[in-house]
């Protein structure tokens, strides 16, 4: 059974950069197309940066040229690197684990909360 498992959320003031960490356990994650997911309050929850695994990357329009998704697999763990953050940054971050060929899949991790200072 995979397990995911987020950290380093924070608080951190706009412009400011901090990295997230989602722990895979239960399976590889080399096997898996891998997302970073948010939701702030109030609004529904985002796709913000998907990594294949093969060494392809997409990202939110919101995102793009200040977030950074990336693996390890020998670390069995994907990366959310964020900088220049603003305040709309603020939410729950959370990640997913989703097989090639599932639309969707039920795998997420707890969550990390980002809160963005202005």
């Known amino acids: 059974q995979v397990q995911l498992v987020e950290s380093g959320g924070g608080l951190v003031q706009t412009g400011g950069s901090l990295r997230l960490s989602c722990a895979v356990s239960?399976?590889?994650?080399?096997?898996?197309?891998m997302g970073w997911y948010r939701q702030a309050p109030g609004k529904q929850r985002e796709l913000v940066a998907v990594?294949?695994?093969?060494?392809?990357?997409s990202y939110s329009d919101s995102v793009k040229g200040r977030f950074t998704i990336s693996r390890d697999n020998a670390k069995n763990a994907v990366y959310l690197q964020m900088k220049s953050l603003k305040a709309e940054d603020t939410a729950v971050y959370s990640c997913?684990?989703?097989?090639?060929?599932?639309?969707?899949?039920?795998?997420w991790g707890q969550g990390t909360l980002v809160t963005v200072s202005s």
């Open positions: 239960g399976s590889s994650v080399s096997g898996y197309i």
């Open positions: 990594s294949t695994g093969r060494d392809t990357r």
């Open positions: 997913n684990a989703r097989l090639p060929w599932q639309s969707t899949s039920a795998i």
